[in-house]
């Protein structure tokens, strides 16, 4: 970690400490201000921005149409602000980095920091920031850690373990790199890597904090159970996948303390996360999120949005102006006994694309994955996957659970669908060593 990075980054994380204490006036004044300054930044540097905001430059926010990622990637070359960076350019860097083992935290060219996304719910998407940027992205990551109460400082650094990616081209790879340092040495351990490997690393390391997928969680706490992980951190942190209120009970009990639930993606980086409370605050300082239908249309507070659009306020480099993100999300209102009158995120149920479409009495229903979670998350040993197939679903369980069997599966998963409405569904259940990740690392809940 350089130390202009270093610098930026404290800076950042004592300044935002202030806002904590800031009032809902205050953060919409502050959201109002930022929201000027990105969009005057926008449409002075970006020919795309200028085009799809024709006759629009001084209209509300919610006047503005949205941009989706695959808008923004076939358009990426005039959606930058930066004449010398080029979509092609940047592919082939994330490309080099991925085939030779590079090391992501190093900026490309000495100026920028870029990510992508693993294209699993459509076109890849490929993100770049300048320092300035990369800054704040890292100062969100970090944040985490204030509001969850985990002290840090010279005497006291943050030994951090995190269980993810270690692809190159995917974020929290690129984050781990650059935030490896005095005061944070951080531990990076692959997620497909074998249990036993893992273990012994984390049992040497003995992080403060713990940080992986909800999938790589689990079995972790399998493993503390059983005696063979022997760690106390204080703090466990779940992120990039949905966290189940099952999953998140297990890892509370290895543990000792409820999980933090961090809620952030390639694009945005972090949205929001836990205070002591487990409340899970939204970053309104950093950007503008709105819950919608799948019409597009805003929903109120306390209704579960189809999906929501997001204006990050910070970036300039490729500007995010009422982005598209298709998580099933719920905002709820204001007031904490935290003391932040951030507003709270409620719920994240997922990705829209893993809802499947399974025969009905009266047509096609859609199931949620919430559906499977509530069956499958205390069934399964250390993870699940549904594929839907042409006959059916095919239910992939990695291992079972105390007391758990094939066909008990198999019956409360056909119960479930048959409480959503689905009729008709053929389930077959199997019992696999291990599930196929994605190239990122995670495990998908549901494929079609």
Same mark, same amino acid.
């Given at each position: 970690?350089?130390?202009?990075?270093?610098?930026?980054?404290?800076?950042?994380?004592?300044?935002?400490?202030?806002?904590?204490?800031?009032?809902?006036?205050?953060?919409?004044?502050?959201?109002?201000?930022?929201?000027?300054?990105?969009?005057?930044?926008?449409?002075?540097?970006?020919?795309?921005?200028?085009?799809?905001?024709?006759?629009?430059?001084?209209?509300?926010?919610?006047?503005?149409?949205?941009?989706?990622?695959?808008?923004?990637?076939?358009?990426?070359?005039?959606?930058?602000?930066?004449?010398?960076?080029?979509?092609?350019?940047?592919?082939?860097?994330?490309?080099?980095?991925?085939? #030779?083992?590079?090391?992501?935290?190093?900026?490309?060219?000495?100026?920028?920091?870029?990510?992508?996304?693993?294209?699993?719910?459509?076109?890849?998407?490929?993100?770049?920031?300048?320092?300035?940027?990369?800054?704040?992205?890292?100062?969100?990551?970090?944040?985490?850690?204030?509001?969850?109460?985990?002290?840090?400082?010279?005497?006291?650094?943050?030994?951090?373990?995190?269980?993810?990616?270690?692809?190159?081209?995917?974020?929290?790879?690129?984050?781990?790199?650059?935030?490896?340092?005095?005061?944070? *040495?951080?531990?990076?351990?692959?997620?497909?890597?074998?249990?036993?490997?893992?273990?012994?690393?984390?049992?040497?390391?003995?992080?403060?904090?713990?940080?992986?997928?909800?999938?790589?969680?689990?079995?972790?706490?399998?493993?503390?159970?059983?005696?063979?992980?022997?760690?106390?951190?204080?703090?466990?942190?779940?992120?990039?996948?949905?966290?189940?209120?099952?999953?998140?009970?297990?890892?509370?009990?290895?543990?000792?303390?409820?999980?933090?639930?961090?809620?952030?993606?390639?694009?945005?980086?972090?949205?929001?996360? *836990?205070?002591?409370?487990?409340?899970?605050?939204?970053?309104?300082?950093?950007?503008?999120?709105? *819950?919608?239908?799948?019409?597009?249309?805003?929903v109120p507070p306390g209704t579960t949005a189809a999906k929501f659009l997001v204006t990050v306020l910070f970036s300039r480099t490729l500007p995010l102006i009422r982005y598209e993100m298709s998580d099933t999300v719920r905002l709820g209102g204001r007031g904490c006994p935290c003391g932040r009158s951030f507003t709270v995120l409620e719920d994240i149920e997922g990705r829209i694309e893993d809802v499947l479409q399974l025969p009905g009495k009266a047509g096609t229903v859609n199931v949620h994955p919430i559906v499977f979670h509530h069956v499958l998350d205390q069934a399964a040993y250390a993870g699940w996957q549904v594929i839907q197939e042409t006959y059916g679903l095919r239910v992939l369980m990695a291992g079972l659970a105390p007391g758990a069997s094939i066909q008990g599966v198999s019956?409360?998963?056909? #119960?479930?669908?048959?409480?959503?409405?689905?009729?008709?569904?053929?389930?077959?259940?199997?019992?696999?060593?291990?599930?196929?990740?994605?190239?990122?690392?995670?495990?998908?809940?549901?494929?079609?």
């Amino acid at each position: 970690m350089d130390l202009r990075l270093i610098t930026r980054v404290l800076f950042l994380r004592a300044a935002w400490r202030r806002r904590d204490h800031w009032d809902a006036a205050q953060i919409t004044a502050h959201q109002d201000h930022a929201l000027r300054e990105l969009r005057r930044a926008t449409y002075a540097g970006s020919e795309f921005y200028r085009r799809h905001h024709a006759g629009l430059h001084d209209a509300p926010l919610g006047q503005l149409p949205s941009v989706t990622k695959a808008d923004l990637m076939a358009h990426f070359d005039e959606a930058v602000t930066t004449p010398d960076l080029r979509l092609a350019d940047l592919e082939n860097h994330l490309r080099s980095l991925a085939q #030779g083992g590079g090391d992501p935290g190093v900026p490309w060219k000495g100026r920028w920091w870029a990510a992508a996304t693993a294209g699993t719910t459509g076109r890849r998407g490929t993100f770049v920031w300048n320092r300035s940027e990369w800054g704040t992205i890292l100062a969100s990551y970090a944040r985490a850690n204030d509001w969850a109460g985990i002290s840090a400082g010279p005497t006291r650094p943050v030994k951090m373990a995190l269980v993810s990616s270690r692809v190159p081209t995917h974020q929290s790879a690129v984050v781990g790199a650059s935030l490896r340092s005095g005061l944070v *040495p951080t531990l990076r351990l692959d997620v497909t890597a074998p249990m036993d490997e893992t273990v012994a690393a984390l049992n040497r390391f003995q992080p403060r904090i713990l940080v992986g997928y909800a999938s790589a969680l689990k079995p972790l706490a399998g493993e503390q159970a059983a005696g063979r992980l022997r760690i106390s951190p204080e703090g466990v942190m779940s992120a990039s996948e949905v966290l189940s209120p099952h999953t998140a009970s297990e890892l509370e009990e290895a543990w000792g303390s409820a999980p933090f639930d961090v809620y952030a993606a390639t694009e945005t980086a972090g949205i929001a996360s *836990p205070c002591t409370y487990r409340n899970r605050h939204v970053y309104e300082d950093l950007l503008i999120i709105e *819950p919608v239908d799948q019409a597009g249309n805003p929903v109120p507070p306390g209704t579960t949005a189809a999906k929501f659009l997001v204006t990050v306020l910070f970036s300039r480099t490729l500007p995010l102006i009422r982005y598209e993100m298709s998580d099933t999300v719920r905002l709820g209102g204001r007031g904490c006994p935290c003391g932040r009158s951030f507003t709270v995120l409620e719920d994240i149920e997922g990705r829209i694309e893993d809802v499947l479409q399974l025969p009905g009495k009266a047509g096609t229903v859609n199931v949620h994955p919430i559906v499977f979670h509530h069956v499958l998350d205390q069934a399964a040993y250390a993870g699940w996957q549904v594929i839907q197939e042409t006959y059916g679903l095919r239910v992939l369980m990695a291992g079972l659970a105390p007391g758990a069997s094939i066909q008990g599966v198999s019956t409360a998963v056909a #119960g479930a669908l048959r409480d959503a409405g689905a009729v008709d569904t053929q389930v077959n259940v199997h019992v696999v060593e291990r599930l196929e990740r994605t190239a990122l690392g995670k495990h998908p809940s549901c494929e079609v």
